[in-house]
């Protein structure tokens, strides 16, 4: 609702759609050739907690619990797509985003984060039995966003709590601007807003998928 973005629904019916149109042009065997060889990464978890279950008001609809087993239920009710490599990602620690107007970090929420992670890790081991023929790994994008926070020094950042982007704390997206005051070395900083990690966090993720996954492509 915040950021207008669509429904895992709606996404999926533009998906088929695009298929239509890939065999109208390319025909059925190219078509298929093309989906089963693809990268398929479904991504859900950080902003719909943030935004829905620590919602002061939507909160009070919904059991954490409950929201992270609908939030995978999403994941697993696709299997057409048929693809012979998908991607899980691990849900990041939910209570340290500054736009939140604090990044005290509430031990509850650091382990909803962490009985998330594992769900989706039974998950992912469920839809491989079932989806034979598919390779399904698990992103754990926890333990090195965690490990800069705790160790910022050995990846050479100074700053793990306030943005590079303006205060820092509040601004998050398209309130970054052009001309809002960032920091004077992004590198130093572990998140470029107060939401997003910088270049330097994603580079240390990147570098950590590549050690972990694709030795098992």
């Not at 909160?59 to 409950?66: A, E, L, P």
């Not at 087993?69 to 209570?95: E, H, K, M, W």
């Not at 926890?142 to 700053?159: N, V």
């Not at 793990?160 to 309130?175: D, M, N, R, S, W």
Request: proline residues 4%; aromatic residues 12%.
């Amino acid at each position: 609702m915040m950021s207008l973005t669509l429904t895992m629904d709606k996404q999926w019916s533009y998906f088929e759609e695009a298929v239509r149109k890939m065999k109208s042009l390319v025909g059925d065997s190219e078509t298929n050739r093309v989906i089963k060889n693809a990268l398929f990464v479904i991504s859900a978890g950080t902003n719909d907690m943030i935004y829905n279950v620590y919602d002061h008001v939507l909160g009070r609809f919904i059991s954490v619990s409950d929201y992270q087993d609908y939030t995978q239920q999403n994941r697993s009710v696709y299997p057409g797509l048929a693809a012979v490599v998908r991607f899980s990602i691990s849900l990041f620690r939910l209570n340290c985003p500054s736009h939140l107007h604090h990044r005290i970090c509430t031990e509850n929420q650091n382990a909803d984060s962490q009985l998330y992670n594992q769900k989706l890790q039974k998950l992912n081991f469920r839809l491989s039995q079932r989806l034979s023929g598919s390779k399904i790994l698990y992103l754990d994008i926890y333990t090195p966003l965690i490990d800069m926070i705790k160790h910022p020094h050995s990846y050479g950042l100074e700053e793990t709590l306030v943005g590079c982007c303006g205060t820092g704390l509040l601004e998050a997206g398209p309130l970054c601007k052009p001309l809002s005051r960032t920091c004077e070395d992004v590198s130093k900083y572990m998140f470029f807003d107060s939401v997003h990690p910088s270049q330097k966090a994603y580079s240390v993720i990147a570098t950590y998928a590549f050690k972990k996954l694709f030795p098992l492509l």
